[in-house]
């Protein structure tokens, strides 16, 4: 299909709110990780093991978020001329994977080895001093991406939609990787007091096996979501409804047919409209009503980087209009 020329495409804009996340993240989970593997070297806890790895493995897939949010932001060139936008959702799905199998395959991992080899617990209080400490952290990390995700969310919707409708992969990555630490703190906190009130040694590896199933339902969320951004998106069911009427406000046009949207990165769309213009237009017409509607939908929706007109519907137009005035032709 034949396509008009898009307006220029600028780089991708540095993401600071995006960034500003990972960074908060990165500061939580390093220290909270040493922190945990020194004290499970000490207690012999299963559970802070797992609270360890988690962590740990939280830091790695930090760090590849701010790979590709860094490559994300290069110019569009020759070989990608729609920019690297999608890079951050790539790896965003590596970080999910890294979260099943080291954060959740790992966590199992531990947790089944200590049921088989049990051991006895030492004294549990600095897990729960390290604990504290760490739902602190996690918690301001936490409340850091949430504040990211309050600006996609919609008048009284949650913030599991919220999730769903955001396009940026490090925002909502960050989001529920801490989600799953706060809820994994929660189970070492029980599996490792359980253990002590009732004296079985079982339930601390068994919070080890739970913590490692949350992981592995984080990873699944996100490898869902990233997935689906990665092999090509579009805008949701309201934003395609807005930008049917701003099309269909405008005086110059007789039929809206499809509207294809595709997401290219968290703050750049793909557009193509399928319009028909109002019989007799000429080119300068027609030119004149392609500006006037690429300047109402970037200003609602700044994020849409190239508009794309079906030129069979222009040629349509032209052809209409070289029929009844011959004399003044138009180019095909």
Known sequence: MEQQTPPSTDARPAQQGSTKVIFAAIVANLGIAVAKFVVAGIT????????????????????????????????????????????VYFWAL???LSVFTLGGGLSIYHGVHAIVHPESLGDPLWNYIVLGVAALFEGYSWN??????NKVKKPGSNLWQAFRASKDASVFTVFIEDSAALLGIIVAVAGIGLGQWTGNRYFDPAASIVIGLILVG???MLARETGALLVGEAMGDDQTTRLRAIFDADPQIDKVGKLLSMQMGPDQVLLTASVQFKRGMQIDA?????????????????EIK???????????????????????????
């Not at 850091?144 to 995700?149: D, G, Y």
């Not at 027609?286 to 700044?302: C, Y």
């Open 144 to 149: 850091v991406s949430r504040l990211e995700l």
């Open 306 to 332: 190239q508009i794309y007109f079906e030129s069979g519907a222009l040629r349509s137009s032209w052809r209409r209009a070289d029929a009844s005035q011959p004399a003044n032709p138009s180019v095909d």
């Open 286 to 302: 027609v030119e004149i009503a392609i500006a006037r509607l690429e300047q109402r939908v970037n200003a609602e929706f700044p």
């Open 218 to 220: 984080a990873a699944y």
């Open 44 to 87: 012999g806890s299963a559970a802070m093991m797992a609270e360890g790895i988690h962590s740990a493995v939280d830091t790695g897939n930090e760090l590849l978020l701010l790979v590709g949010e860094h490559n994300a932001a290069k110019k569009p060139d020759a070989r990608h001329p729609f920019g690297y936008g999608k890079v």
């Open 94 to 96: 590596i970080v999910a």
